[in-house]
């Protein structure tokens, strides 16, 4: 049994295929899950609560408040079920479900939930509803912003939908959505060419100590390394993430190792690939640091200061140039000017197997931002531009052609 123990918090909101859910349960049920069912107003008019109570074994909650004041009450369950839950899947999300998340709403049981669910919980969506809705402006910013907020949005299908017509937006079928529950939760086996692999992923920017209140680094936000992590992690790969400084949650499944200097992550690197399959550099490591760092705070005297700087370890070509006939060696290069000649001579300098070339255009693509435009960059010259996409799936991009490597095809 995959889920033996864990607990499921499934919501439901007012969507036709609320009627697909009983049977969700069922399943998850069978693998062991304890399941408790959150239904929105509207979801009761789709699917009985009689049905889900009596799969899931357990009352059905639909109201942030008692129904009485008898001590035996969970009078704050809006809280206790955020602790409760290993994992909290929404199925299916209706655009206004979707919206109201977004906004951070917080006046039903299912919306107040999503806000005290534990950090580092999955977190999983399936929007089901018709094409013309699911591709409106406003669910299509909701479900972005949601994607970049921890939130796992599954793709909803094309094909025949309950408005008569044809298009995406079908909710996928319950065996789908149980797997897809086992797989966030790490309990599937993945069939992805990753799994079991040990990855090592860097991450964010490096601090160098000018003196003992002052440093030098960059804008990384550690964004793109940490959805890289995070993306192995769900096809079941071992991650090590060896993480600058930055202000994002560990994903689920990952090892996090957190260094402040491009020192300390090199020797962090040295001590955890020599046994690795994978290393990917996506830290944005400083070239230099100040030769003398200062114990206390240089006082201020001259008009003008000189700072010395050293070079730093180069962690990729260290890795790349010591590394077994087996490893892979993937890399980034941010450059300003759009020129891709300078990744393929980094890419042949450091003798890496891929290196992502990461567009900088200062407002949709590079540091901070959600987004990202990629060209991966293989060994033989081929090149493949990919649009600007969430920096998660320009993640799943590149996990796609690293697994190509490996396999060949
Ligand atoms: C027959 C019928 C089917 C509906 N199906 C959907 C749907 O599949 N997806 C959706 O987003 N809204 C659908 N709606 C609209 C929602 O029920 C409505 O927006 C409701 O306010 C959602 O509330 P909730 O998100 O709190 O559950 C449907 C409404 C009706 C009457």
Not at 215 to 237: E, T
Request: with cysteine; proline share 5%; aromatic share 4%.
């Amino acid at each position: 049994m995959t889920l033996e123990g864990k607990h499921i918090l499934l919501g439901i909101s007012g969507g036709i295929a609320a009627y697909k859910m009983p049977m969700v349960v069922r399943l998850l049920k069978k693998q062991g899950a304890e399941v408790k069912v959150v239904l929105t107003e509207a979801a009761s008019r789709f699917v009985s609560e009689l049905s889900l109570a009596t799969v899931s074994e357990e009352p059905v909650l639909r109201d942030i408040f008692p129904q009485s004041l008898q001590s035996d009450q969970d009078w704050t369950r809006h809280i206790s079920l955020g602790e409760w839950a290993d994992a909290l899947v929404i199925a299916p999300a209706t655009a206004n479900t979707i919206a109201r998340i977004t906004a951070g709403l917080c006046d039903d049981l299912l919306s107040t939930t999503c806000i005290t669910l534990r950090p580092n919980r999955p977190r999983l969506l399936f929007p089901a509803m018709d094409g013309e809705m699911y591709h409106s402006a406003s669910v299509q910013r909701n479900i972005a912003w949601l994607q970049n907020n921890d939130w796992q949005v599954v793709e909803p299908e094309s094909g025949a939908l309950a408005s008569g017509q044809c298009g995406t937006g079908r909710m996928p079928e319950p065996e789908v959505i149980a797997a897809t529950i086992e797989e966030a939760l790490g309990t599937r086996i993945s069939d992805s060419p990753l799994a079991r692999k040990k990855i090592v992923v860097t991450a964010g920017p490096t601090r160098e100590n000018i003196d003992g209140v002052r440093f030098l680094s960059n804008y990384s936000s550690g964004k793109m390394g940490y959805a890289v992590a995070c993306a192995a992690a769900r096809r079941g790969a071992r991650v090590s993430l060896v993480s600058g400084p930055v202000q994002l949650e560990t994903p689920v499944g990952v090892e996090r190792i957190d260094v402040t200097t491009a020192l300390d992550m090199d020797q962090t690197v040295r001590r955890l690939s020599g046994d690795c399959d994978i290393f990917i550099g996506a830290a944005a490591v400083a070239d230099y640091r100040p030769t003398h760092p200062v114990a206390g705070k240089i006082k201020k005297h001259a008009e003008t200061m000189q700072l010395e700087l050293v070079r730093n370890p180069d962690i990729l070509a260290g890795f790349a140039q010591q590394r077994q006939p087996h490893q892979l060696a993937i890399g980034f290069a941010l450059e300003t000017d759009g020129n891709h000649d300078l990744a393929m001579q980094k890419l042949r300098a450091k003798q890496l197997d891929l290196i992502a070339y990461n567009t900088f255009d200062g407002h949709s693509s590079g540091f901070e931002v959600d987004t990202n435009r990629l060209t991966l960059i293989s060994r033989d010259g081929t090149q493949t531009p990919l649009p600007l996409l969430s920096k998660r799936d320009a993640a799943n991009r590149l996990l796609d052609a690293i697994e190509h490597l490996i396999t060949g095809n």
